[in-house]
T-cell receptor, first 115, second 115 residues
C-alpha cells in the first residue's frame, strides 16, 4: 500500500534563510510525487511534481524539490524563505500500479517564517 | 480560465440530516475527485469521477456518495450526518483524468459543520 510521511509537524525558519520541508514515501510501483501548499481557509495550491527524469524539480514561487530514490524521499526546498511562505505544506504520492487518482497525502507540515 | 468552484462555501447542519455539495471543475477538465480534510485525520480521499463514472473510491461508509454530470460538474451527498462529518470538503479537477501523473487543481472547499 502506498503511504507518505512528513516527519515534522512544524518547521520554523527566519526570513532570508533556506528552508526544507521533509517528505518520505512508500509505494509498490513507481512513485508520482506532488507538493501542495494551503493557506488559511483556502484549498490546496499545486507547487510542483515529480514524474520521471531530472531528480531536481523546480516549481512555483521559487520552490524546488529533490527526488531521492534510494532514500525514498522528496524534500521541498527554497533557497531564501519569505514571511508570505508561512502556510501548511502537503506532500502527496500516487502509485503507478494503482492508477487513477487515489492520491495519498501526508499529514502536513506547518511552516512558520519569522521576519 | 476560472478555477474550480465549490458551493456552498459554508454549511451548518444538524445530526441526522443530509447534505449535498457541488463542484464545478475547470473548463475542459473531465476528472473530479473529492477529499475530506479534518484536523485529526488530515486529507482523505473520498472518490474520483471521470466521464460520469466513479473510478476510485476511498474507505468511507456508504453514507457518502457522489455523482458526475455530463458537463463534468460533480456533487457529493452525505446522508444521516454525524458529528464526525464536520470537515472541509475539497474538490479537485484534472484535465484528462486518464493519467496518474496529471496535476489536480483544488477548489476552495466547503466547510461543513454538523451540530
Amino acid at each position: 500500500a502506498q503511504s507518505v510521511a512528513q516527519p515534522e509537524d512544524q518547521v520554523n525558519v527566519a526570513e532570508g534563510n533556506p528552508l526544507t520541508v521533509k517528505c518520505t514515501y512508500s509505494v509498490s510501483g513507481n512513485p508520482y510525487l506532488f507538493w501542495y501548499v494551503q493557506y488559511p481557509n483556502r484549498g490546496l495550491q499545486f507547487l510542483l511534481k515529480y514524474i520521471t527524469g531530472d531528480n531536481l524539480v523546480k516549481g512555483s514561487y521559487g520552490f524546488e524539490a529533490e527526488f531521492n530514490k534510494s532514500q525514498t524521499s522528496f524534500h521541498l526546498k527554497k533557497p531564501s524563505a519569505l514571511v508570505s511562505d508561512s502556510a501548511l505544506y502537503f506532500c502527496a504520492v500516487r502509485d503507478s500500479r494503482t492508477g487513477g487518482f487515489k492520491t495519498i497525502f501526508g499529514a502536513g507540515t506547518r511552516l512558520f517564517v519569522k521576519a | 480560465k476560472a478555477g474550480v468552484t465549490q458551493t456552498p462555501r459554508y454549511l451548518i447542519k444538524t445530526r441526522g440530516q443530509q447534505v449535498t455539495l457541488s463542484c464545478s471543475p475547470i473548463s475542459g477538465h473531465r476528472s473530479v475527485s473529492w477529499y475530506q480534510q479534518t484536523p485529526g485525520q488530515g486529507l482523505q480521499f473520498l472518490f474520483e469521477y471521470f466521464s460520469e463514472t466513479q473510478r476510485n473510491k476511498g474507505n468511507f461508509p456508504g453514507r457518502f456518495s457522489g455523482r458526475q454530470f455530463s458537463n463534468s460538474r460533480s456533487e457529493m451527498n452525505v446522508s444521516t450526518l454525524e458529528l464526525g462529518d464536520s470537515a472541509l470538503y475539497l474538490c479537485a479537477s484534472s484535465e484528462q483524468g486518464m493519467g496518474v501523473t496529471d496535476t489536480q487543481y483544488f477548489g476552495p472547499g466547503t466547510r461543513l459543520t454538523v451540530l
